[in-house]
C-alpha cells in the first residue's frame, strides 16, 4: 500500500514535475483513462507506473494522479517517466485536505477522537478496549492502518481533481501490471446497478493445517480477520480473560449487528459477502457520490470511536470499517471484466514453492493482468522471491509482459535459481550437543541457509530434515514434510505402488487435487502427490534405503526444483542439521558416504564434558567420548575438513563462535 518514510534528492529534480494542486484537474475526456495512487515512495511507484506505460496500447492518454506527503521523493519518479507518456500529476496531500476542509468535508484525522486508542508511538492502548472491543492478534499491530494516506481514499469523490469525472483506477504502488489498463476502465460498463467499485477478490489466506498459505478463491467477511471473525464460530472468538489476544469482547458481535442495521439498514451475513482488496479497484464515482458512501464511512467512524470497536493500529480499522462501509458494493473482477481480468494478490506474502503446493505453476503469474506484491517481501527487496522478482526486474529493464512470458513459463527459469552453486557444509552434533542457540544465530545471517526449526520461516529446510523414522510426520498435509527424508522414506512405497491411480498429471493441480481417489491411509497426500510422483518417477525399477538417502541428500545440497524448502536469493552457503542422536548407526553410515561424495565442510559441535554434571556415570562419559572420537576419526577418513567445537567453548563468547564458522565455510 505504502510506507511510512523520506526520501531526499536534490532540490533541482524535485522541483522538476510539481504542479499546483490547485492547477490540476481531471476532464472526462474521449478515450481518456485516470489512475489515481496514494503513495511515498519510490521504487514500487518506478515499477507501477514504467509497467502501466509499457504494457497500454496508448500510454499518452493516461494521466496518473498522485498523492503524496513526500513530493521529492514522488517527483524524482515522474522525473525518471518523463518519456513514458503518460501524464503523471503530483499533489501535496496537504493541499487535496485543504481543498476538502474548504469544501466542507472533515477527514477522519481531523477529527478530535483521532488517536485515542493508541499512544505516542502509535501502539494500540489497552486502556482503550472494553465489552465491545476486538483485540487485535500479536501480528496486527501497524501505525499505516491509521495514516491519512490509507483514509484519504474515501474522500476521492469530493477531490477537486476528480469532480468532473466518472470514474477512476485506484491502485497500490506494488503492483506490476500486465495488461492494457484500458480493459479495466471500460469495465464500468458492466458494472451492476447497485455496485460502485470493482476490486480484487482473489484471496490467499494462511492455513494452520499445512502451515502456509493457501488459495482461499472466493473468501468471505466471515473468514477474513479484517473483521475479526477469521473462519472461526462467533462462539470461538470471545476472549476468555484479560490477556487473550485475537478474540472479541462479549458484546461485540451484539454491538456490532445494531451498528449495521442503524447504518445499513439492514442486517449482516459476512457469510455470504465476498471479500475484496483495494490494490486495483475501479470506482464509479458518480454512483459513490448518489449512494453517499463516504457519509457512510464516517458514521462507522464515529461508532468505532464511541463504542471502541477496532483499535486504529489494526487492519480491522485500516480495512474492516471499508468492508461494513462498502458492504454490497462491491464486483469481482472476475465477475464484471469481459474478457477476464485477473489481479494476482498476496504475492508479497508467498513463495513460489507455495504456489506450486497449491497446484499452480508459471502461467499463473503470466496470465494475469495485474500482479500485486501486498505483503513484507516486496519485489525490489533483496530478500523478496527471486521469481516472482522477475516480472519487476524485467519491467525496470524496460521488457513488456508478453516479452518475459516465456522467460517465466521455461521450468529452466525456476531450476536456475534454485540450484545456484551455494558453499556445502554440515553441522553434526553428538548424542548430547546442544545447539539451538547456534542453529538460530547462523539462521539469522542472510548469507546461510541452514536447516533448523524455521521459526516463521514457513520454507526453511527443518532441523531434523535427514532422520529417519519420525512418527511427528503424521500431519499429512503440512507443506514443510516435503523436506523431510522420513517423510519421503515413509510415503513413497505406497505412491509407487498406486503410481497409476495416483499421479494423474491433469489431477495434480489446483481444484484438482481431491478429485483423485486415495486409499484411506493416504488421506491427506493430495497436496504433496506432485512432489511424491516426481521422486517415484525417478525409480522406475525400484530403489533400496541407501540410494534413496543418497539422492535425497544430493538433490538437498544440488538444489531440488520441487521441493517445497527453498533457500533465500541471498544465500551464499547452505548447509544441514544432523543430531546423531536421532539416527541409527545404518542410517549414520549413510550419511557419511554422502559427505565423501558432496565434501561439505562439516562443523562438529561436541557436549562439553564438564557440562555432563557431577552424577554423569563414567560408562556414559567414557562412551559419548569413544563416540566422539570415532566420529572424527570417520570424518578424516573422508577427507573433509572439520572444525571441531566443545559447547563450553562458546558460553559467553557466542558472536565470536560465529564468526569462526562462518570464516570456516568461506565467508568471512
Same mark, same amino acid.
Given at each position: 500500500?505504502? +510506507?511510512?518514510?523520506?526520501?531526499?534528492?536534490?532540490?533541482?529534480?524535485?522541483?522538476?514535475?510539481?504542479?499546483?494542486?490547485?492547477?490540476?484537474?481531471a476532464e472526462n475526456e474521449e478515450g481518456v483513462i485516470h489512475m489515481c495512487m496514494f503513495s511515498e515512495r519510490v521504487e514500487g511507484l518506478e515499477g507501477t507506473l514504467k509497467s502501466i506505460s509499457l504494457n497500454a496500447a496508448d500510454p499518452n492518454k493516461i494521466h496518473v494522479w498522485i498523492v503524496t506527503d513526500n513530493t521529492t521523493a514522488i517527483n524524482i519518479v515522474a522525473n525518471y517517466m518523463k518519456d513514458s507518456g503518460l501524464?503523471?500529476?503530483?499533489?501535496?496531500?496537504?493541499?487535496?485536505?485543504?481543498q476538502l476542509l474548504d469544501d466542507g468535508h472533515k477527514p477522519v484525522w481531523t477529527w478530535k477522537q483521532y488517536g485515542s486508542s493508541v499512544n505516542s508511538k502509535a501502539e494500540f492502548n489497552r486502556n482503550w478496549i472494553n465489552k465491545n472491543s476486538a483485540r487485535p492478534a500479536d501480528w496486527d499491530h501497524s501505525p499505516m492502518h491509521?495514516?491519512?494516506?490509507?483514509?484519504?481514499?474515501?474522500?476521492?469523490p469530493y477531490m477537486e481533481q476528480f469532480k468532473d469525472i466518472d470514474r477512476v483506477i485506484f491502485l497500490d504502488?506494488?503492483?506490476?501490471?500486465?495488461?492494457?489498463?484500458?480493459?479495466?476502465?471500460?469495465?464500468?460498463?458492466?458494472?451492476?446497478?447497485?455496485?460502485?467499485?470493482?476490486g480484487a477478490c482473489e484471496i490467499w489466506r494462511y492455513n494452520p493445517d499445512q502451515q502456509t498459505f493457501g488459495l482461499a478463491g472466493g473468501s468471505t467477511y466471515a473468514l477474513t480477520h479484517a473483521l475479526g471473525q477469521g473462519g472461526r464460530t462467533i462462539e470461538e472468538t470471545y476472549c476468555n480473560d484479560d490477556t487473550q489476544v485475537d478474540c472479541v469482547g462479549s458484546n461485540h458481535w451484539k454491538n456490532l449487528q445494531q451498528r449495521f442495521l442503524e447504518i445499513n439498514g439492514q442486517p449482516y451475513d459476512f457469510d455470504n459477502q465476498v471479500e475484496w482488496n483495494y490494490g486495483f479497484a475501479l470506482f464509479d464515482l458518480k454512483k459513490w457520490r448518489?449512494?453517499?458512501?463516504?457519509?457512510?464511512?464516517?458514521?462507522?467512524?464515529?461508532a468505532n470511536?464511541?463504542?471502541?470497536?477496532?483499535?486504529?493500529?489494526?487492519?480491522?480499522?485500516?480495512?474492516?470499517?471499508?468492508f461494513l462501509a462498502f458492504y454490497d458494493r462491491v464486483s469481482c473482477w472476475k465477475d464484471v471484466a469481459q474478457p477476464s481480468f485477473n489481479v494476482r494478490d498476496g504475492l508479497g506474502y508467498m513463495s513460489y514453492p507455495e504456489l506450486k503446493f497449491n497446484g499452480l505453476d508459471a502461467s499463473f503469474i503470466t496470465s494475469a493482468h495485474v500482479l500485486h506484491y501486498d505483503g513484507w517481501q516486496k519485489p525490489w527487496l533483496e530478500e523478496a522471491d527471486e521469481f516472482f522478482s522477475i516480472p519487476y526486474q524485467q519491467t525496470m529493464k524496460g521488457v513488456k509482459a508478453v516479452d518475459y512470458k516465456e522467460m517465466i513459463e521455461d521450468p529452466k527459469t525456476y531450476e536456475a535459481l534454485v540450484k545456484k552453486p551455494r558453499q556445502p557444509f554440515l553441522i553434526i552434533t553428538d548424542k548430547d550437543g546442544k545447539s539451538d542457540?547456534?542453529?538460530?544465530?547462523?539462521?539469522?545471517?542472510? +548469507?546461510?541457509c541452514v536447516s533448523t526449526r524455521g521459526g516463521m520461516n514457513r520454507i526453511g529446510f527443518p532441523s531434523d530434515m535427514f532422520a529417519s523414522n519420525l512418527k511427528k510426520l503424521e500431519t499429512k498435509q503440512r507443506m514443510r514434510n516435503q523436506c523431510y527424508f522420513s517423510f519421503i522414506e515413509q510415503n513413497l512405497p505406497r505412491v509407487i505402488e498406486n503410481k497409476e491411480k495416483y499421479c494423474q498429471n491433469d489431477k495434480l493441480r489446483y481444484g484438482q487435487f481431491f478429485k483423485l481417489s486415495l486409499d484411506k491411509e493416504d488421506q491427506g497426500l493430495q497436496y504433496q502427490l506432485p512432489m511424491l510422483c516426481e521422486w517415484a518417477n525417478r525409480y522406475p525399477q525400484g530403489y533400496n534405503k541407501s540410494s534413496l538417502f543418497a539422492d535425497y541428500v544430493r538433490s538437498f545440497y544440488n538444489g531440488e526444483a520441487s521441493w517445497a524448502c527453498q533457500c533465500s536469493p541471498t544465500t551464499q552457503a547452505k548447509g544441514a542439521f544432523v543430531r546423531t542422536a536421532w539416527m541409527d548407526e545404518a542410517s549414520l553410515n549413510l550419511l557419511w558416504d554422502s559427505v565423501q561424495e558432496i565434501k561439505p565442510k562439516v562443523i562438529f559441535f561436541k557436549q562439553y564434558a564438564q557440562h555432563w554434571g557431577p552424577n554423569m556415570?563414567?560408562?556414559?562419559?567414557?562412551?559419548?567420548?569413544?563416540?566422539?572420537?570415532?566420529?572424527?576419526?570417520?570424518?578424516?577418513?573422508?577427507?573433509?575438513?572439520?572444525?571441531?567445537f566443545e559447547s563450553g567453548q562458546c558460553f559467553g563468547k557466542e558472536s565470536r563462535c560465529v564468526h569462526k564458522i562462518t570464516k570456516f565455510i568461506g565467508l568471512d
Open positions: 500500500m505504502f +510506507r511510512i518514510a523520506k526520501y531526499f534528492f536534490p532540490l533541482a529534480l524535485a522541483l522538476a514535475a510539481f504542479t499546483p494542486v490547485e492547477e490540476l484537474k501524464k503523471i500529476h503530483t499533489m501535496e496531500i496537504e493541499a487535496v485536505v485543504k491509521m495514516h491519512q494516506l490509507n483514509h484519504l481514499r474515501f474522500y476521492i504502488d506494488d503492483l506490476i501490471v500486465q495488461g492494457d489498463v484500458k480493459h479495466a476502465w471500460d469495465t464500468l460498463d458492466n458494472l451492476p446497478e447497485e455496485k460502485m467499485m470493482v448518489d449512494m453517499e458512501l463516504t457519509a457512510t464511512y464516517e458514521q462507522w467512524m464515529h470511536y464511541d463504542d471502541h470497536i477496532f483499535p486504529e493500529s489494526s487492519l480491522m480499522y485500516g480495512l474492516g470499517i471499508a542457540w547456534f542453529l538460530n544465530e547462523l539462521a539469522d545471517d542472510p +548469507r546461510i556415570h563414567s560408562g556414559t562419559t567414557m562412551s559419548a567420548v569413544k563416540f566422539q572420537a570415532s566420529v572424527v576419526e570417520i570424518l578424516k577418513s573422508k577427507n573433509v575438513d572439520v572444525l571441531e
